[in-house]
T-cell receptor, first 113, second 113 residues
Framework: DAMVIQNPRYQVTQFGKPVTLSCSQTLNHNVMYWYQQKSSQAPKLLFHYYDKDFNNEADTPDNFQSRRPNTSFCFLDIRSPGLGDAAMYLCATSRKGLNTEAFFGQGTRLTVV | GENVEQHPSTLSVQEGDSAVIKCTYS??????FPWYKQELGKRPQLIID?????GEKKDQRIAVTLNKTAKHFSLHITETQPEDSAVYFCAASGGGGYNKLIFGAGTRLAVHP
């Protein structure tokens, strides 16, 4: 039943050690998003893909990268995690076009030690 | 870019009372306004949305109103129940193209039996 699947649910990484979070979807949606949500805060958009077109938010740090090898999968790479990058990372998808519902995955909670 | 403000940050009501959460947005081109409910440790889930061509939408105990002139929209929950306790996020999109959801800071709703 899960439509947007994120792995792993919990990830612990060392300070400065590259880490990759993954997201897959069974909805065949064109648009995939990555959000960062820190404790008691709103989800903050990092970037999104419209098909293969990558759109980075202006204030997303260079430390964050993304890859979308095909329609179903999208990855978030954090090149050198800092303590301030500890957060819940949410993947979401939506169909092509404006005003369509975004479906969220369960999220990956990243801890940096 | 779009900026969404949400009030109040916390709301406590007695079971059976109504709850109202208000949001304002800055980009007059925004035309899609969803509301998400997020329970602790879970993904945000869409509970209702409204598009700019209507002023009000209702779904059982939940209603949303939109005032495009004033650039604000509100969530109304009637006959609240303890299971309504969660964090509620408003969002706006459509102004910058695609489906860039920009979230408000969230309202923590507590419904006391």
């Amino acid at each position: 039943d899960a439509m947007v699947i994120q792995n792993p649910r919990y990830q612990v990484t060392q300070f400065g050690k590259p880490v990759t979070l993954s997201c897959s979807q069974t909805l065949n949606h064109n648009v995939m998003y990555w959000y960062q949500q820190k404790s008691s805060q709103a989800p903050k958009l990092l970037f999104h893909y419209y098909d293969k077109d990558f759109n980075n938010e202006a204030d997303t740090p260079d430390n964050f990268q993304s890859r979308r090898p095909n329609t179903s999968f999208c990855f978030l790479d954090i090149r050198s995690p800092g303590l301030g990058d500890a957060a819940m990372y949410l993947c979401a998808t939506s169909r092509k076009g404006l005003n369509t519902e975004a479906f969220f995955g369960q999220g990956t909670r990243l801890t940096v030690v | 870019g779009e900026n969404v403000e949400q009030h109040p940050s916390t709301l406590s009501v007695q079971e059976g009372d109504s709850a109202v959460i208000k949001c304002t947005y800055s980009d007059s081109a925004s035309n899609y306004f969803p509301w998400y409910k997020q329970e602790l440790g879970k993904r945000p889930q869409l509970i209702i949305d409204i598009r700019s061509n209507v002023g009000e939408k209702k779904d059982q105990r939940i209603a949303v109103t939109l005032n495009k002139t004033a650039k604000h929209f509100s969530l109304h929950i009637t006959e609240t129940q303890p299971e309504d306790s969660a964090v509620y996020f408003c969002a706006a999109s459509g102004g910058g193209g695609y489906n860039k959801l920009i979230f408000g800071a969230g309202t923590r709703l507590a419904v006391h039996p």
